[in-house]
């Protein structure tokens, strides 16, 4: 899982999209995470993924700074 805080294996992920395809997020190396079912069910709870200007994926947290995702 690309969630900085998760390490479950790569055979239990979910391609998920970081811009929602029902809101024109493209399907596309660009705009997927690969997430467990657990981190991408905790985005409908708040939780945030972003992409900064170089192209690296964060968690931005709730408390404390924000984390760089794995496999940036």
Same mark, same amino acid.
């Given at each position: 899982?690309? #969630?900085?805080?998760c390490? &479950?294996? $790569? !055979?239990?992920?979910?391609? #998920? @999209?970081?811009?929602?395809?029902?809101? =024109? =997020?493209?399907? !596309?190396? *660009?705009?997927?995470? +690969?997430? %467990?079912?657990? @981190? !991408? +069910?905790?985005? /409908? *709870? =708040?939780?945030?993924?972003?992409? *900064?200007?170089?192209g690296? $994926?964060?968690? /931005? &947290?709730? $408390? =404390?700074? *924000?984390?760089? %995702?794995? !496999?940036?």
């Amino acid at each position: 899982c690309q #969630d900085p805080e998760c390490h &479950r294996p $790569f !055979n239990l992920l979910q391609a #998920d @999209h970081l811009v929602a395809w029902s809101k =024109g =997020g493209e399907t !596309n190396i *660009d705009n997927i995470l +690969m997430l %467990c079912e657990y @981190h !991408n +069910m905790k985005k /409908r *709870d =708040g939780d945030v993924y972003y992409k *900064d200007a170089e192209g690296r $994926f964060w968690k /931005r &947290r709730k $408390f =404390g700074p *924000d984390l760089p %995702c794995t !496999n940036n």
